[in-house]
């Protein structure tokens, strides 16, 4: 739980340092001072009581063998007295005309119990209710008188004190009075001292449950675990009752009501982790007096417990309450944060309280009520209003880091998008450098080279024919390159149906037939990915086939087939066969036709433009025999690369 967000301080030289040191602890030893006086004079002050004709104060006390008149409010020496307890007997007169009214008798104060009687006729006796019996609760008790008991005039009243320690008796003054006239006291010190404890005690519950949580979260904060365990102790003090006999049970019960010293040590630790203080072995002393009186809650008995507690549980506390004034001075001081300084103001209260208590003991104060465990409700608004400005002060940071966070991402995404955009030009520049660069060197082979030749022609002057072939030649190589420019929604099918047309009519001239064949319904499989350069590679590399069977092989047919096929791999594969009828020829061991350089420079051209497309080309041949003639089988690519693969 330690805080270093206000730890910044401007660095000052050592004696303004000091000054600002010694102002802030004047001024915070002034606010603590003002907060016990307010505090002292506050539990000075008494509730309101009833009407003041009503009270009785004067009684014949019996204690020890002797009588004695005394005068209410009484603080008996006794510690322990069950068998022969204190008996005071009083006399109240009831006006003639009353005996239609109800009326009661009020105690607003007493210990341990009391035993009431009007007119020898019992009508309260306190040992009956468990929660009225604890010395450190201050809960009133108030009983109807019976009509048939009262009488108009003078009637008696004897109250039996019963002490069983720890500390001496005390019996506050008594009321005796219509019972509409004492029930709105009664029910003003219940709302006190009875309901408001019961709610602080669930708000605490609460507040164990959410420390717990906090702790398991966060386990490196052993604060938040500590406080949690002193916040449970507290309140299984809170809701057990005063065990009336020595049980099993009523041994744990007596534990847990004496657990003071155990949670007032919880609690100081917390104040020391609270203050960046690191747990030492030797800490463990702040516990042996909680444990000294849970082994004499155990093994002995309750009279052992009640005299162990004055002597251990009561100095623990206030030495705990002490040493935490003390370290949560100097957290407040050094860190100057909020959950500090509202611990110490807490601290004080409680410290005031504790003291005020400790004179009600040794009768040095004019009453006694005590408001210790009430106190500790303010030390619960301290932790929950440390805890509220410490979510709160986490939310801002959590915030403030979400919106850099936000703007960094924002810069990040800006730049991302701004240089995406630079590499989108980049390489878009590049496909049309790669493109232009393709495009000038098919033009330089292909119509390149035609014109070359015509230009011979015409210089040699060989005549018109050869060159019209080559103008024809040049035209066609022209046209390819145009055509393949064109989209075709990666269709191969669309190129083959111009490339068809081409080959009819260079075939025709010859008198060889075309056997155009589709051997699947959707002949290729179309690929998004095919560019104009693969188009290019493909068509000329099947004008190369068909080039050779009618320049080459004399064929009087061939035949086309297309169609997809599986792979081993379940992908599909577009293949091109082109066939002929001609003489054929020997292929050589690296794949050229051996005896024909042509031919074969034809041949490495075809597998190097099958080979910037991804393809495999297969070429067979045969010179002799009923199955002469040459097969080209070109296999596609399943997806066509995008750069050159023979350049690769």
Known sequence: MNDHGDDVQPE?????????RSSRLIQYLLLQAVIAVAGVAMLLQSLPGPPAQYQVTAFQLTEAGAERAVTLPYFSPLRNAMNDPPRFRGRFVRPAGEASRAWSVFLPRFTNGVEVTVNDVVILDSRRDPAANRPDRNTPAIAVIPASVLRDGDNAISI????????TG????IWVDPDEELRPTYNLRTLVFVTLPVVFSSWQAILAVILGIMWVMRRHEPAYGVLAAAMAVGVGQAFLQTPMGETPFSRFNVILISSAPIESALVLVFALLLSGWKWQRYAWVIFIPGIALALAGLFGNQALVRALFLILAVPMVGISLLIMA???????????????????????IMLTCWIVDLLSVFQMMPN??????????AMLVAIGAGLTWRFARALNQVDGFA?????????AEEKLKASFAREEE????????????RLMRDLHDGLGGQLVSIVALSERGNGSAGIGDAARAALKDLRLVIDSMDDIGGDLMLALGSWRERAMAQLRPHDIALDWRAVTAQGLPVHPELRPWHVIQIVRLLDEAVTNAVKHAEARRITVRIETLAGADGLERGCITVEDDGRGFEIAPDGGAAG???TARGLRNMRSRAARCGAELELSSCAQGTHKGTRVRLTLPHRFPDSDGAAG
């Open 170 to 173: 005390f019996l506050d003054r």
């Open 12 to 20: 000052l030289p050592g004696r303004a340092r000091r000054r600002l």
């Open 368 to 377: 006694r009520i005590f408001t210790a465990r009430l106190s500790y409700s």
């Open 426 to 437: 980049r390489a878009r520049a590049a496909a049309l450098a790669r493109e232009r660069t």
């Open 160 to 167: 039996r004190l019963f002490i069983w320690g720890p500390i």
């Open 326 to 348: 003390v370290v949560t001075a100097r957290s407040a001081l050094q860190r100057q944060n909020v959950a500090s300084f509202l611990l110490g103001c807490a601290v004080t």
């Open 403 to 411: 919106g850099r966070l936000v703007t960094q991402v924002r810069e």
């Open 596 to 598: 024909a350089a042509k």
